[in-house]
Protein backbone atom coordinates (compact mmCIF):
# COMPACT_ATOMS: atom_id res chain seq x y z
CA UNK A 1 0.00 0.00 0.00
CA UNK A 2 2.77 2.47 0.79
CA UNK A 3 4.97 1.34 -2.22
CA UNK A 4 5.03 4.45 -4.85
CA UNK A 5 7.83 4.02 -7.51
CA UNK A 6 9.20 6.93 -8.82
CA UNK A 7 6.84 6.85 -12.03
CA UNK A 8 4.05 6.90 -10.09
CA UNK A 9 5.03 9.60 -8.09
CA UNK A 10 5.82 11.90 -11.41
CA UNK A 11 2.21 10.73 -12.78
CA UNK A 12 0.48 11.63 -10.08
CA UNK A 13 2.08 15.17 -9.45
CA UNK A 14 2.06 16.07 -13.05
CA UNK A 15 -1.88 15.62 -12.68
CA UNK A 16 -1.84 17.87 -9.49
CA UNK A 17 0.23 20.56 -11.28
CA UNK A 18 -2.45 20.47 -14.68
CA UNK A 19 -5.36 20.71 -12.03
CA UNK A 20 -3.88 23.56 -10.36
CA UNK A 21 -2.80 25.46 -13.75
CA UNK A 22 -6.43 25.04 -15.10
CA UNK A 23 -7.83 26.53 -12.20
CA UNK A 24 -5.34 29.85 -12.14
CA UNK A 25 -7.22 31.81 -15.33
CA UNK A 26 -10.48 31.25 -13.14
CA UNK A 27 -9.29 32.92 -10.21
CA UNK A 28 -7.53 36.08 -12.25
CA UNK A 29 -9.16 39.10 -12.60
CA UNK A 30 -11.20 39.51 -15.57
CA UNK A 31 -8.57 41.85 -17.58
CA UNK A 32 -5.59 39.80 -16.27
CA UNK A 33 -7.14 36.67 -17.58
CA UNK A 34 -7.99 38.53 -20.97
CA UNK A 35 -4.29 39.71 -21.75
CA UNK A 36 -3.24 36.30 -20.43
CA UNK A 37 -5.47 34.87 -23.38
CA UNK A 38 -3.29 36.21 -25.84
CA UNK A 39 -0.66 34.20 -25.05
CA UNK A 40 -2.04 30.78 -23.93
CA UNK A 41 -5.46 29.56 -24.01
CA UNK A 42 -7.23 29.83 -20.58
CA UNK A 43 -10.22 27.91 -20.09
CA UNK A 44 -12.26 29.12 -17.39
CA UNK A 45 -15.57 28.23 -15.67
CA UNK A 46 -18.83 30.07 -16.51
CA UNK A 47 -20.93 31.65 -14.47
CA UNK A 48 -24.70 30.75 -14.72
CA UNK A 49 -28.08 32.70 -14.94
CA UNK A 50 -28.57 33.53 -11.27
CA UNK A 51 -24.81 34.50 -10.78
CA UNK A 52 -23.77 36.65 -14.24
CA UNK A 53 -26.92 37.34 -14.98
CA UNK A 54 -28.61 37.02 -18.62
CA UNK A 55 -32.14 36.52 -20.34
CA UNK A 56 -34.57 34.37 -19.54
CA UNK A 57 -37.43 33.52 -22.42
CA UNK A 58 -40.28 30.99 -22.15
CA UNK A 59 -41.19 29.53 -26.62
CA UNK A 60 -44.64 28.24 -26.69
CA UNK A 61 -44.99 25.96 -29.86
CA UNK A 62 -47.91 26.90 -32.25
CA UNK A 63 -49.83 23.74 -33.06
CA UNK A 64 -52.01 24.83 -35.10
CA UNK A 65 -49.06 25.89 -37.89
CA UNK A 66 -47.60 22.11 -37.02
CA UNK A 67 -50.59 20.35 -37.71
CA UNK A 68 -51.00 22.61 -41.13
CA UNK A 69 -47.53 21.98 -41.70
CA UNK A 70 -48.33 18.02 -41.89
CA UNK A 71 -51.48 18.35 -44.18
CA UNK A 72 -49.22 20.19 -46.22
CA UNK A 73 -46.83 17.52 -46.14
CA UNK A 74 -49.38 15.06 -46.90
CA UNK A 75 -50.95 16.23 -49.55
CA UNK A 76 -47.55 16.68 -51.41
CA UNK A 77 -46.56 12.76 -51.04
CA UNK A 78 -50.16 11.95 -51.72
CA UNK A 79 -49.88 14.02 -55.20
CA UNK A 80 -46.68 12.38 -55.69
CA UNK A 81 -47.85 8.32 -54.69
CA UNK A 82 -50.80 8.46 -56.39
CA UNK A 83 -48.69 10.00 -59.72
CA UNK A 84 -45.94 6.59 -59.24
CA UNK A 85 -48.52 4.30 -58.99
CA UNK A 86 -48.30 1.75 -61.30
CA UNK A 87 -50.88 1.69 -62.72
CA UNK A 88 -51.36 6.05 -62.69
CA UNK A 89 -54.38 6.83 -60.08
CA UNK A 90 -56.01 9.99 -60.90
CA UNK A 91 -57.31 11.96 -57.68
CA UNK A 92 -59.23 15.19 -57.98
CA UNK A 93 -60.81 17.95 -55.50
CA UNK A 94 -58.34 17.75 -52.80
CA UNK A 95 -59.41 19.64 -49.61
CA UNK A 96 -57.43 20.35 -46.53
CA UNK A 97 -60.92 21.15 -44.70
CA UNK A 98 -61.40 20.48 -40.68
CA UNK A 99 -57.69 19.18 -40.44
CA UNK A 100 -58.22 16.22 -42.87
CA UNK A 101 -56.78 15.34 -46.03
CA UNK A 102 -59.45 14.44 -48.71
CA UNK A 103 -60.18 13.40 -52.08
CA UNK A 104 -61.57 11.62 -54.50
CA UNK A 105 -60.35 9.22 -56.38
CA UNK A 106 -61.75 9.20 -60.73
CA UNK A 107 -62.07 6.06 -61.19
CA UNK A 108 -63.84 3.89 -58.41
CA UNK A 109 -62.37 1.00 -59.38
CA UNK A 110 -59.09 2.05 -58.15
CA UNK A 111 -60.14 2.77 -54.89
CA UNK A 112 -58.58 -0.53 -53.31
CA UNK A 113 -55.08 0.28 -55.26
CA UNK A 114 -55.58 3.86 -54.01
CA UNK A 115 -55.80 2.47 -50.02
CA UNK A 116 -52.59 0.41 -50.68
CA UNK A 117 -50.97 3.15 -51.68
CA UNK A 118 -51.53 5.45 -48.84
CA UNK A 119 -51.11 2.86 -45.91
CA UNK A 120 -47.17 3.44 -46.23
CA UNK A 121 -48.13 6.79 -45.94
CA UNK A 122 -50.15 6.71 -42.94
CA UNK A 123 -47.77 4.40 -40.96
CA UNK A 124 -44.79 5.51 -39.16
CA UNK A 125 -41.59 3.57 -39.39
CA UNK A 126 -41.97 2.04 -35.61
CA UNK A 127 -45.44 0.46 -36.84
CA UNK A 128 -47.80 3.03 -35.08
CA UNK A 129 -50.37 5.05 -36.88
CA UNK A 130 -49.86 8.82 -38.03
CA UNK A 131 -53.02 8.97 -40.15
CA UNK A 132 -56.46 7.10 -40.27
CA UNK A 133 -57.62 6.60 -43.87
CA UNK A 134 -61.34 6.03 -44.89
CA UNK A 135 -63.63 6.04 -47.30
CA UNK A 136 -66.93 8.05 -47.87
CA UNK A 137 -69.26 7.77 -50.47
CA UNK A 138 -67.65 5.11 -52.40
CA UNK A 139 -64.73 7.07 -53.60
CA UNK A 140 -64.16 10.03 -51.60
CA UNK A 141 -60.73 9.49 -49.64
CA UNK A 142 -59.89 11.03 -45.99
CA UNK A 143 -57.12 10.83 -44.19
CA UNK A 144 -57.66 12.41 -40.42
CA UNK A 145 -54.42 12.75 -37.96
CA UNK A 146 -54.43 10.22 -35.58
CA UNK A 147 -54.07 11.15 -31.93
CA UNK A 148 -50.95 8.91 -31.60
CA UNK A 149 -49.41 10.84 -34.82
CA UNK A 150 -50.22 14.35 -33.26
CA UNK A 151 -48.19 13.39 -30.15
CA UNK A 152 -45.41 11.81 -31.98
CA UNK A 153 -44.94 14.73 -34.22
CA UNK A 154 -44.95 17.21 -31.92
CA UNK A 155 -42.68 15.67 -29.54
CA UNK A 156 -39.93 15.43 -32.94
CA UNK A 157 -41.11 19.09 -33.46
CA UNK A 158 -40.15 20.23 -30.09
CA UNK A 159 -37.21 17.89 -29.98
CA UNK A 160 -35.63 19.60 -33.74
CA UNK A 161 -36.61 23.32 -32.29
CA UNK A 162 -34.31 22.59 -29.20
CA UNK A 163 -31.95 21.54 -31.29
CA UNK A 164 -32.16 24.66 -33.83
CA UNK A 165 -32.18 26.43 -30.75
CA UNK A 166 -28.89 25.61 -29.05
CA UNK A 167 -27.06 25.91 -32.57
CA UNK A 168 -28.08 29.21 -33.38
CA UNK A 169 -27.46 30.56 -29.92
CA UNK A 170 -23.81 28.83 -30.22
CA UNK A 171 -23.73 30.73 -33.69
CA UNK A 172 -23.88 33.63 -31.49
CA UNK A 173 -20.45 32.63 -29.64
CA UNK A 174 -22.67 32.99 -26.30
CA UNK A 175 -21.34 30.14 -23.99
CA UNK A 176 -23.18 27.38 -21.80
CA UNK A 177 -26.77 28.32 -22.75
CA UNK A 178 -29.30 26.81 -20.72
CA UNK A 179 -32.00 24.77 -23.07
CA UNK A 180 -34.44 22.46 -21.50
CA UNK A 181 -38.10 21.88 -22.63
CA UNK A 182 -41.41 22.50 -20.33
CA UNK A 183 -44.08 20.30 -20.58
CA UNK A 184 -45.39 19.32 -24.36
CA UNK A 185 -45.12 22.52 -26.31
CA UNK A 186 -42.54 25.12 -24.21
CA UNK A 187 -39.35 25.69 -24.27
CA UNK A 188 -37.35 27.80 -21.91
CA UNK A 189 -34.22 29.67 -22.74
CA UNK A 190 -31.37 30.78 -20.16
CA UNK A 191 -28.82 32.48 -21.76
CA UNK A 192 -26.11 33.96 -19.08
CA UNK A 193 -24.17 37.43 -19.77
CA UNK A 194 -26.29 38.18 -23.08
CA UNK A 195 -25.75 42.02 -23.30
CA UNK A 196 -28.82 42.07 -26.56
CA UNK A 197 -31.71 40.27 -25.45
CA UNK A 198 -33.31 42.07 -28.36
CA UNK A 199 -30.84 39.90 -31.20
CA UNK A 200 -31.84 36.80 -29.37
CA UNK A 201 -35.09 36.83 -29.47
CA UNK A 202 -35.00 37.64 -33.50
CA UNK A 203 -32.59 35.00 -33.54
CA UNK A 204 -34.93 32.38 -31.95
CA UNK A 205 -38.14 33.34 -33.61
CA UNK A 206 -37.15 32.96 -36.87
CA UNK A 207 -38.39 30.06 -38.06
CA UNK A 208 -35.82 29.92 -41.09
CA UNK A 209 -37.98 28.17 -43.64
CA UNK A 210 -36.74 28.58 -46.75
CA UNK A 211 -38.32 27.55 -50.01
CA UNK A 212 -37.94 27.70 -53.59
CA UNK A 213 -41.00 27.77 -55.71
CA UNK A 214 -42.25 28.89 -59.38
CA UNK A 215 -43.86 31.68 -59.42
CA UNK A 216 -48.08 31.04 -61.22
CA UNK A 217 -47.39 33.67 -63.99
CA UNK A 218 -50.70 33.23 -65.34
CA UNK A 219 -52.26 34.41 -62.47
CA UNK A 220 -54.82 36.98 -62.41
CA UNK A 221 -52.91 40.44 -61.29
CA UNK A 222 -56.19 41.30 -59.71
CA UNK A 223 -57.11 39.16 -57.99
CA UNK A 224 -53.78 38.88 -56.80
CA UNK A 225 -53.83 42.05 -55.39
CA UNK A 226 -56.93 41.26 -53.60
CA UNK A 227 -55.12 38.03 -51.78
CA UNK A 228 -56.83 35.78 -53.97
CA UNK A 229 -55.07 32.69 -55.98
CA UNK A 230 -55.78 30.08 -58.47
CA UNK A 231 -56.33 26.10 -57.60
CA UNK A 232 -53.17 25.00 -57.03
CA UNK A 233 -51.32 28.24 -55.90
CA UNK A 234 -51.42 30.70 -53.34
CA UNK A 235 -50.58 34.30 -52.49
CA UNK A 236 -47.84 35.00 -50.53
CA UNK A 237 -46.24 38.45 -48.97
CA UNK A 238 -43.72 40.20 -51.51
CA UNK A 239 -42.17 43.93 -50.14
CA UNK A 240 -40.09 44.21 -53.00
CA UNK A 241 -41.93 43.30 -55.78
CA UNK A 242 -40.60 44.99 -58.57
CA UNK A 243 -44.21 45.46 -59.97
CA UNK A 244 -45.25 47.42 -57.13
CA UNK A 245 -48.05 45.08 -55.82
CA UNK A 246 -47.63 43.61 -52.37
CA UNK A 247 -48.36 40.64 -52.71
CA UNK A 248 -47.12 37.52 -55.85
CA UNK A 249 -49.19 34.32 -56.92
CA UNK A 250 -46.80 30.96 -56.87
CA UNK A 251 -47.07 27.39 -57.47
CA UNK A 252 -48.33 25.73 -53.67
CA UNK A 253 -46.44 22.48 -54.60
CA UNK A 254 -43.57 21.12 -56.56
CA UNK A 255 -40.85 23.50 -55.55
CA UNK A 256 -37.78 22.50 -53.52
CA UNK A 257 -37.42 23.38 -49.44
CA UNK A 258 -34.54 24.39 -47.68
CA UNK A 259 -33.96 21.19 -45.13
CA UNK A 260 -31.41 19.97 -48.08
CA UNK A 261 -29.00 22.68 -47.32
CA UNK A 262 -25.61 22.28 -46.33
CA UNK A 263 -23.89 25.74 -46.65
CA UNK A 264 -24.87 28.96 -45.69
CA UNK A 265 -22.44 32.21 -46.03
CA UNK A 266 -22.68 35.87 -45.93
CA UNK A 267 -21.21 37.38 -48.76
CA UNK A 268 -21.60 40.20 -51.48
CA UNK A 269 -23.28 40.39 -54.56
CA UNK A 270 -20.71 40.72 -57.51
CA UNK A 271 -23.22 43.00 -59.68
CA UNK A 272 -24.56 45.34 -56.71
CA UNK A 273 -21.88 44.86 -54.03
CA UNK A 274 -24.82 44.70 -51.48
CA UNK A 275 -25.06 42.25 -49.06
CA UNK A 276 -26.56 38.41 -49.63
CA UNK A 277 -26.43 35.48 -48.55
CA UNK A 278 -24.74 32.26 -50.56
CA UNK A 279 -26.21 28.69 -49.99
CA UNK A 280 -25.27 25.35 -51.09
CA UNK A 281 -27.57 22.29 -51.28
CA UNK A 282 -26.34 18.44 -50.63
CA UNK A 283 -26.22 16.35 -53.64
CA UNK A 284 -29.93 15.60 -53.59
CA UNK A 285 -31.26 19.29 -53.24
CA UNK A 286 -28.29 19.99 -55.85
CA UNK A 287 -30.24 17.52 -58.07
CA UNK A 288 -33.63 18.90 -57.31
CA UNK A 289 -32.66 22.52 -57.74
CA UNK A 290 -30.70 21.34 -60.84
CA UNK A 291 -33.60 19.58 -62.65
CA UNK A 292 -35.64 22.41 -61.34
CA UNK A 293 -34.04 25.23 -63.34
CA UNK A 294 -33.59 23.04 -65.88
CA UNK A 295 -37.45 22.88 -66.90
CA UNK A 296 -38.31 26.07 -66.39
CA UNK A 297 -35.96 28.48 -68.08
CA UNK A 298 -37.14 31.85 -68.29
CA UNK A 299 -39.86 31.62 -65.86
CA UNK A 300 -39.41 33.46 -62.43
CA UNK A 301 -38.82 31.52 -58.93
CA UNK A 302 -39.60 32.90 -55.80
CA UNK A 303 -37.09 32.59 -53.00
CA UNK A 304 -39.40 32.37 -49.63
CA UNK A 305 -38.11 33.09 -46.39
CA UNK A 306 -40.36 32.14 -43.26
CA UNK A 307 -43.81 32.67 -45.34
CA UNK A 308 -42.13 36.12 -47.41
CA UNK A 309 -40.67 36.30 -50.60
CA UNK A 310 -37.74 37.94 -50.27
CA UNK A 311 -36.84 37.64 -54.39
CA UNK A 312 -38.35 36.50 -57.23
CA UNK A 313 -35.31 36.27 -59.83
CA UNK A 314 -35.83 34.75 -63.52
CA UNK A 315 -34.13 31.77 -64.37
CA UNK A 316 -32.11 32.51 -67.45
CA UNK A 317 -29.91 29.50 -67.54
CA UNK A 318 -29.54 25.98 -65.75
CA UNK A 319 -28.30 25.90 -62.48
CA UNK A 320 -25.88 23.32 -61.91
CA UNK A 321 -23.76 22.49 -59.19
CA UNK A 322 -25.86 23.25 -55.76
CA UNK A 323 -25.18 26.53 -55.27
CA UNK A 324 -27.31 29.74 -55.85
CA UNK A 325 -27.51 33.44 -54.15
CA UNK A 326 -29.92 35.10 -51.93
CA UNK A 327 -29.95 38.25 -52.12
CA UNK A 328 -32.82 41.08 -51.37
CA UNK A 329 -32.82 44.36 -48.54
CA UNK A 330 -29.87 42.72 -46.62
CA UNK A 331 -27.96 44.61 -44.62
CA UNK A 332 -24.46 43.17 -43.17
CA UNK A 333 -26.20 41.86 -39.71
CA UNK A 334 -29.32 40.82 -41.32
CA UNK A 335 -27.36 38.50 -43.81
CA UNK A 336 -25.31 36.97 -41.24
CA UNK A 337 -27.96 36.71 -39.06
CA UNK A 338 -29.49 34.76 -41.88
CA UNK A 339 -26.69 32.66 -42.22
CA UNK A 340 -26.78 31.69 -38.88
CA UNK A 341 -30.56 30.21 -39.24
CA UNK A 342 -29.83 28.72 -42.36
CA UNK A 343 -27.39 26.57 -41.29
CA UNK A 344 -28.39 25.60 -37.99
CA UNK A 345 -31.52 24.52 -39.73
CA UNK A 346 -35.30 25.43 -39.75
CA UNK A 347 -37.71 25.36 -37.17
CA UNK A 348 -39.82 23.06 -37.36
CA UNK A 349 -42.59 24.53 -35.73
CA UNK A 350 -42.94 28.62 -35.14
CA UNK A 351 -42.31 29.42 -32.15
CA UNK A 352 -43.99 32.66 -29.66
CA UNK A 353 -42.21 34.39 -26.77
CA UNK A 354 -44.83 33.82 -23.84
CA UNK A 355 -42.71 35.23 -20.90
CA UNK A 356 -39.44 37.39 -21.16
CA UNK A 357 -37.11 38.50 -18.10
CA UNK A 358 -33.85 39.92 -17.57
CA UNK A 359 -31.95 38.86 -14.68
CA UNK A 360 -28.96 41.48 -13.41
CA UNK A 361 -25.58 40.73 -12.23
CA UNK A 362 -26.50 42.19 -8.51
CA UNK A 363 -27.62 39.60 -6.93
CA UNK A 364 -25.41 37.02 -8.48
CA UNK A 365 -22.52 38.95 -7.36
CA UNK A 366 -23.69 39.28 -3.71
CA UNK A 367 -24.26 35.24 -4.00
CA UNK A 368 -20.58 34.80 -5.11
CA UNK A 369 -19.32 37.15 -1.71
CA UNK A 370 -21.73 35.04 0.63
CA UNK A 371 -20.19 32.02 -1.48
CA UNK A 372 -16.92 32.28 -1.24
CA UNK A 373 -16.92 33.68 2.37
CA UNK A 374 -18.88 30.79 3.45
CA UNK A 375 -16.16 28.83 1.34
CA UNK A 376 -13.84 30.76 3.11
CA UNK A 377 -14.79 30.33 6.83
CA UNK A 378 -15.58 26.26 6.20
CA UNK A 379 -12.34 25.75 5.20
CA UNK A 380 -10.36 27.52 7.15
CA UNK A 381 -12.10 25.79 9.89
CA UNK A 382 -11.48 22.62 8.74
CA UNK A 383 -7.85 23.07 8.55
CA UNK A 384 -7.56 24.73 11.93
CA UNK A 385 -9.45 21.51 13.42
CA UNK A 386 -7.71 18.81 11.48
CA UNK A 387 -4.43 20.34 12.66
CA UNK A 388 -5.27 20.57 15.90
CA UNK A 389 -6.30 17.18 16.05
CA UNK A 390 -4.42 15.13 14.06
CA UNK A 391 -1.05 16.80 13.20
CA UNK A 392 1.16 15.91 10.85
CA UNK A 393 -1.21 13.61 9.18
CA UNK A 394 -3.32 16.63 9.77
CA UNK A 395 -1.34 18.81 7.61
CA UNK A 396 -1.11 16.33 4.73
CA UNK A 397 -5.32 16.17 5.04
CA UNK A 398 -5.35 20.06 4.89
CA UNK A 399 -2.57 20.33 1.98
CA UNK A 400 -5.20 17.72 0.29
CA UNK A 401 -8.25 19.68 0.83
CA UNK A 402 -6.44 22.99 -0.44
CA UNK A 403 -5.42 21.11 -3.63
CA UNK A 404 -8.77 19.57 -3.92
CA UNK A 405 -10.38 22.68 -4.04
CA UNK A 406 -8.10 23.98 -6.64
CA UNK A 407 -8.46 20.73 -8.89
CA UNK A 408 -12.73 21.54 -8.76
CA UNK A 409 -11.82 24.57 -10.30
CA UNK A 410 -9.46 23.04 -12.47
CA UNK A 411 -12.06 20.50 -13.74
CA UNK A 412 -14.53 22.42 -14.16
CA UNK A 413 -12.54 25.02 -16.12
CA UNK A 414 -11.60 22.42 -18.13
CA UNK A 415 -14.97 21.27 -18.66
CA UNK A 416 -16.21 24.79 -19.65
CA UNK A 417 -18.48 23.81 -17.14
CA UNK A 418 -20.70 26.61 -15.60
CA UNK A 419 -21.26 27.75 -12.14
CA UNK A 420 -24.90 27.67 -10.78
CA UNK A 421 -25.81 29.50 -7.00
CA UNK A 422 -26.56 25.69 -6.37
CA UNK A 423 -23.25 24.99 -7.67
CA UNK A 424 -21.67 27.02 -4.87
CA UNK A 425 -23.71 25.32 -2.22
CA UNK A 426 -22.26 21.71 -4.04
CA UNK A 427 -19.19 23.47 -3.73
CA UNK A 428 -19.35 24.17 -0.18
CA UNK A 429 -20.79 20.92 0.71
CA UNK A 430 -18.07 19.05 -0.61
CA UNK A 431 -15.67 21.14 1.17
CA UNK A 432 -16.92 20.22 4.06
CA UNK A 433 -17.28 16.37 3.07
CA UNK A 434 -13.56 16.19 1.51
CA UNK A 435 -11.81 15.04 4.80
CA UNK A 436 -14.67 12.92 5.98
CA UNK A 437 -11.42 10.63 4.47
CA UNK A 438 -8.87 11.48 6.22
CA UNK A 439 -10.80 11.32 9.48
CA UNK A 440 -11.90 7.54 8.62
CA UNK A 441 -7.90 7.22 7.76
CA UNK A 442 -6.44 8.72 10.78
CA UNK A 443 -8.77 7.18 13.40
CA UNK A 444 -8.14 3.59 11.49
CA UNK A 445 -4.18 3.92 12.48
CA UNK A 446 -5.00 5.10 15.86
CA UNK A 447 -6.76 1.88 16.33
CA UNK A 448 -4.10 0.02 14.07
CA UNK A 449 -1.28 1.74 16.83
CA UNK A 450 -3.52 1.04 20.03
CA UNK A 451 -3.89 -2.73 18.77
CA UNK A 452 -0.06 -2.86 18.93
CA UNK A 453 1.17 -2.66 15.62
CA UNK A 454 4.51 -0.92 13.77
CA UNK A 455 3.96 2.37 12.74
CA UNK A 456 4.59 1.28 8.78
CA UNK A 457 1.94 -1.54 9.38
CA UNK A 458 -0.37 0.36 10.81
CA UNK A 459 -0.58 3.17 8.24
CA UNK A 460 -0.67 0.32 5.67
CA UNK A 461 -3.23 -1.18 7.71
CA UNK A 462 -4.99 2.69 8.23
CA UNK A 463 -5.42 2.64 4.58
CA UNK A 464 -6.54 -0.28 3.62
CA UNK A 465 -9.20 -1.23 5.55
CA UNK A 466 -10.50 2.70 5.93
CA UNK A 467 -10.49 2.59 1.48
CA UNK A 468 -12.84 -0.20 1.44
CA UNK A 469 -15.72 2.32 3.46
CA UNK A 470 -14.50 5.44 2.05
CA UNK A 471 -15.03 3.94 -1.85
CA UNK A 472 -18.15 2.56 -0.45
CA UNK A 473 -20.06 5.87 0.82
CA UNK A 474 -18.79 7.54 -2.08
CA UNK A 475 -20.08 5.17 -4.80
CA UNK A 476 -23.59 6.29 -3.11
CA UNK A 477 -23.20 9.79 -3.35
CA UNK A 478 -21.89 9.48 -6.92
CA UNK A 479 -24.80 7.70 -8.18
CA UNK A 480 -27.34 10.04 -6.30
CA UNK A 481 -25.28 12.86 -8.31
CA UNK A 482 -25.70 10.84 -11.35
CA UNK A 483 -29.58 10.35 -11.16
CA UNK A 484 -30.10 14.46 -9.81
CA UNK A 485 -27.88 15.00 -13.45
CA UNK A 486 -30.13 12.51 -15.01
CA UNK A 487 -33.63 13.92 -13.95
CA UNK A 488 -33.03 17.29 -13.27
CA UNK A 489 -32.70 20.75 -14.77
CA UNK A 490 -31.05 24.19 -14.97
CA UNK A 491 -29.53 24.72 -11.26
CA UNK A 492 -30.40 21.11 -10.13
CA UNK A 493 -27.88 19.77 -12.82
CA UNK A 494 -25.15 22.54 -11.63
CA UNK A 495 -25.12 21.07 -8.42
CA UNK A 496 -24.80 17.56 -9.19
CA UNK A 497 -22.62 18.12 -12.00
CA UNK A 498 -20.08 20.35 -8.81
CA UNK A 499 -20.92 17.27 -6.67
CA UNK A 500 -19.65 14.37 -8.66
CA UNK A 501 -16.54 16.19 -9.43
CA UNK A 502 -16.31 17.05 -5.74
CA UNK A 503 -16.26 13.45 -5.19
CA UNK A 504 -14.14 12.56 -7.13
CA UNK A 505 -11.16 14.78 -6.95
CA UNK A 506 -11.47 14.76 -2.96
CA UNK A 507 -11.04 10.36 -2.82
CA UNK A 508 -8.31 11.30 -5.11
CA UNK A 509 -6.71 13.79 -2.92
CA UNK A 510 -7.61 12.34 0.44
CA UNK A 511 -6.73 8.64 -0.15
CA UNK A 512 -4.14 8.24 -3.09
CA UNK A 513 -2.19 11.86 -2.66
CA UNK A 514 -2.03 11.30 0.94
CA UNK A 515 -1.06 8.23 0.87
CA UNK A 516 1.61 9.12 -1.44
CA UNK A 517 3.12 11.94 0.75
CA UNK A 518 3.01 9.84 3.77
CA UNK A 519 4.67 7.03 2.08
CA UNK A 520 7.36 9.62 1.08
CA UNK A 521 7.74 10.70 4.31
CA UNK A 522 7.84 7.18 6.32
CA UNK A 523 10.77 5.90 3.66
CA UNK A 524 12.71 9.08 4.72
CA UNK A 525 12.59 8.98 8.34
CA UNK A 526 11.94 5.59 8.63
CA UNK A 527 9.45 6.57 11.83
CA UNK A 528 9.38 4.12 15.11
CA UNK A 529 6.69 6.23 17.30
CA UNK A 530 3.72 7.96 15.90
CA UNK A 531 1.53 10.62 17.16
CA UNK A 532 -2.08 11.25 15.86
Known amino acids: MLDFPRWRVWMLTSVLILGVLFAIPSLLPTQMRTQLAQFVPTP????????????????????????????ETLEDSVRTAMRRAEPQIAISDVSRANGQLSFNVTDVSKVDAAREVLIPLANNTTGGRDWNIGVNDGNRMILSPASAGNETALDQAMDTAKDVIDRRINALGTLEPTIIRQGDNRIVVQVPGLDDPAALKALIGKTAKLEFKLVDEQADPDQTALGKARVGSQVLPYPDNPSGLPYIAVRRLGGISGDKLVKADPTFDQQTNEPAVTIQFDSEGGQRFARMTQQNVNKLFAIVLDGQVISAPQIR???????????????????????????????PVDLKIV???????????????????????????????????YG??????????????????????????????????????TIGAAVDANVLIN???????????????AIEFGYKEASRAIFDANSTNVIAAVLLFIFGSGPIRGFAV???????????????????WVSRWVKRTRPTELTI
Open 392 to 429: RFGMYANFALVINVLMILGVMSFANATLTLPGIAGFVL
Open 443 to 457: ERIREELKRGRRVVQ
Open 317 to 347: EPIFGGISQISGSFTTESANALSISLRSGAL
Open 44 to 71: TINLGLDLAGGSHILLEADTTQLAETRL
Open 355 to 389: EERSVGPDLGADSIRRGILAAVIGTTAILVLMFLV
Open 498 to 516: VLMIGIVTSVFTAVTITRM
